[in-house]
């Protein structure tokens, strides 16, 4: 997911594909699930935001980490969320597209062929 969308970051002027790639790769391993930090991560990058930041439990500070540059805003707007989802969108389609026109190159031989 993470190379998906800071490719396809690169092609829209409101997000920073260099920097998603950059922001995902060297913080993919702060959050304790893989999963979520490549996206999260990467999606701080491309927004040029900071996400996460302090998180309590039980009134006890669990962590303090922060996925992107310390220069960019802290936090997530509305308007932000709708980028990110038009983000992840858009490299839906792109992906799809690729993988079925690559599935329709190879005349689907893999799920067919006897």
Same mark, same amino acid.
């Given at each position: 997911?993470?190379?998906?969308?800071?490719? $396809?970051?690169?092609?829209?002027?409101?997000?920073?594909?260099?920097?998603?790639?950059?922001?995902?790769?060297?913080?993919?391993?702060?959050? $304790?699930?893989?999963?979520?930090?490549?996206?999260e991560a990467t999606?701080?990058?491309?927004?040029?935001?900071?996400l996460c930041g302090?998180?309590?439990?039980?009134?006890?500070?669990?962590?303090?980490?922060?996925?992107?540059?310390?220069?960019?805003?802290?936090?997530?707007?509305?308007?932000?969320?709708?980028?990110?989802?038009?983000?992840?969108?858009? $490299?839906?389609?792109?992906?799809?597209?690729?993988?079925?026109?690559l599935l329709w190159?190879?005349?689907?031989?893999?799920?067919?062929?006897?």
């Amino acid at each position: 997911s993470w190379l998906f969308l800071s490719g $396809t970051a690169a092609l829209f002027p409101e997000f920073s594909g260099s920097n998603a790639f950059k922001v995902g790769w060297k913080d993919h391993a702060k959050l $304790t699930s893989p999963n979520a930090g490549w996206c999260e991560a990467t999606a701080a990058g491309a927004l040029k935001i900071r996400l996460c930041g302090p998180i309590w439990r039980e009134g006890k500070l669990a962590h303090n980490y922060w996925l992107g540059s310390q220069k960019d805003r802290e936090g997530a707007t509305a308007w932000d969320i709708q980028l990110i989802s038009r983000l992840a969108l858009a $490299t839906t389609l792109i992906v799809s597209g690729i993988l079925g026109y690559l599935l329709w190159l190879s005349e689907f031989k893999p799920f067919f062929s006897p």
